[in-house]
């Protein structure tokens, strides 16, 4: 069982940046692949970023691309998203999810955290 708690969310302005963080607990977090989903209101959770177990390996969706940065530090079960150059079709509650293997659908996800809202404002 892998319990996993985001933070960092909040209201910022069109152009700025926030950073998220994915504090995991129970199992040995190194040995699972993360993931970042959002899901805005009446709409699909969508895959956001991706990162193996070592942090090695990372891929974003294209709507990300360039201005999000997944990383982890296995040394601190954390995981993080550092998003720059936000929009307002950025607003989301952000997910973090743990899984044996790096996947890009939310299905294929173990385990969840409860969510962080994140508002960007125009």
């Known amino acids: 069982q892998v319990q996993l708690v985001e933070s960092g969310g909040g209201l910022v302005q069109a152009g700025g940046s926030l950073r998220l963080s994915c504090a995991a607990s129970?199992?040995?977090?190194?040995?699972?692949?993360m993931g970042w989903f959002r899901q805005a209101p009446g709409k699909e959770r969508d895959f956001v970023a991706n990162i193996n177990w070592s942090g090695g390996s990372t891929d974003y969706s294209d709507s990300v691309k360039g201005r999000f940065t997944i990383s982890r530090d296995n040394a601190k079960n954390t995981m993080y998203l550092q998003m720059n150059s936000l929009k307002p079709e950025d607003t989301a509650v952000y997910y973090c999810?743990?899984?044996?293997?790096?996947?890009?659908?939310?299905?294929?996800?173990?385990?969840w955290g409860q969510g962080t809202q994140v508002t960007v404002s125009s």
């Open positions: 129970g199992r040995t977090f190194s040995r699972y692949a």
């Open positions: 999810a743990a899984s044996p293997r790096r996947y890009y659908t939310y299905a294929d996800y173990d385990y």
